[in-house]
């Protein structure tokens, strides 16, 4: 397998997150395929969901995305210091302190207050593209609808160019909630008209995201803004297989130690697991220090030893935890452990990790620390064995 030939320690971890880039390009391919002609914006935001933002922005890119877009502006910087020189869109208001570094990385400000506006004028003279949000009922950032207009004529009159105007979907991913998805989106096309009237028709108009992009015709308007289809999941369970995705990411590790129990025992903190005697239990190097939940065993997380589902046994521990491999056949130290992904003809998905631990994909997948190291496989397929693939490690 290709080896974590990263920094120190990383580099000697018997762990890792395999990324296939193919998949990414896959799933990009898909979505640019589907919303055309809209523009597809890839979300690399959280270190790309986990998967490295710069490794997947380039997939990004190269598959047909044309914008990319981050929450921080220091999420932007990363990107540009790899020498991207795509637009970036920052999804939330740089604090005005920042707005200076944002113009001088050349990354587009997403604004809606009073005092965005003033920062960016002040940081950007008269050149600077701006996109303008507004709330349309996630409740989170933007301007209200009856602020949006004031707000674009003290833009306009800072000279400052409004290139974008968008909203956020707060239940795009639900389709018993499709009403309030379109009252959002009757609510932007009532801004946009509010504007146009003002004469600002903003070029590019977005509301979308993957579960928007996917499921809501309407709210592709002229870019979508997707991340975790990008990543190879669905947006949510009920949209399973709407769109074909590969999960990109697979966490893998090597058995570190192995036993068997010649009686009962009970194993991991708290004794909470009872092991049967003349089980095997196998120690793996990943604990959750590294995003795997301490609580995965209490429901029903399991592992893939060997092609078989084999359950955590007991809490997870900071670095390590403990997999049950029961009376059969075992496993030895060095063989691979698959936490998620592809053995043989099982598969473990974030998707299951999240439904049984209450939560959703993103979650799972953010949660994969920066101590993992993190594999890339630039080919078409999931799998490591004999693929060329470029490492990072510690970032
Ligand atoms: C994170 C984010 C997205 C991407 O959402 P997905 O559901 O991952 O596609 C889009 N727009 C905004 C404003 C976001 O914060």
Not at 48 to 61: D, I, N, P
Not at 149 to 157: I, Q
């Amino acid at each position: 397998m290709p080896r974590a030939e990263g920094v120190a320690p990383a580099r000697w971890r018997e762990a890792w997150a395999a990324v296939d880039l193919g998949a990414v390009r896959h799933n990009v391919g898909t979505m640019v395929e589907l919303v055309a002609p809209a523009a597809v914006c890839a979300v690399v935001k959280a270190d790309g969901y986990g998967h490295g933002a710069v490794e997947v922005a380039g997939a990004a890119l190269s598959a047909g995305a044309t914008v990319l877009a981050v929450a921080l502006v220091e999420e932007g910087a990363v990107l540009r210091a790899a020498g991207i020189t795509a637009p970036v869109l920052l999804l939330s208001e740089p604090p005005p302190a920042a707005m200076a570094e944002a113009v001088a990385l050349a990354l587009t400000p997403t604004l809606y207050t009073p005092a965005g506006v003033v920062a960016a004028a002040a940081a950007g003279g008269g050149a600077l593209g701006v996109h303008l949000k507004v709330d349309t009922g996630m409740h989170r950032v933007g301007a209200a609808p009856t602020d949006l207009p004031a707000l674009a004529r003290s833009a306009a009159a800072a000279a400052l160019r409004i290139d974008g105007l968008w909203t956020h979907l707060a239940a795009a991913d639900d389709p018993a909630q499709d009403e309030a998805t379109a009252a959002q989106l009757e609510r932007f096309d009532r801004a946009r008209h509010a504007l146009a009237a003002e004469g600002v028709r903003p070029p590019v108009l977005h509301a979308a995201n993957s579960a928007g992009a996917i499921a809501h015709p309407a709210a592709r308007y002229d870019m979508v803004r997707c991340g975790i289809a990008l990543y190879g999941h669905p947006p949510s369970a009920a949209m399973e297989g709407a769109v074909t995705l590969r999960p990109a990411l697979s966490l893998r590790a090597r058995v570190a130690m192995v036993r068997r129990f010649a009686v009962d025992e009970r194993v991991s903190y708290g004794r909470r697991y009872a092991v049967a005697a003349g089980s095997q239990v196998l120690t793996v190097p990943l604990g959750y220090a590294d995003g795997v939940p301490r609580r995965l065993s209490e429901v029903g997380g399991e592992v893939l030893v060997g092609g078989r589902r084999c359950p955590v046994a007991g809490t997870v521990t900071m670095d390590q935890l403990l997999v049950d491999a029961g009376r059969g056949p075992g496993a030895a130290v060095g063989d691979e452990v698959v936490l998620i992904g592809r053995q043989g003809t099982e598969e473990i998905t974030a998707d299951e990790w999240a439904e049984r631990l209450g939560t959703i994909s993103y979650e799972v997948l953010c949660g994969i620390g920066p101590r993992v190291p993190r594999v890339y496989e630039r080919g078409g397929d999931a799998g490591l064995s004999g693929r060329a693939a470029a490492v990072r490690s510690f970032r």
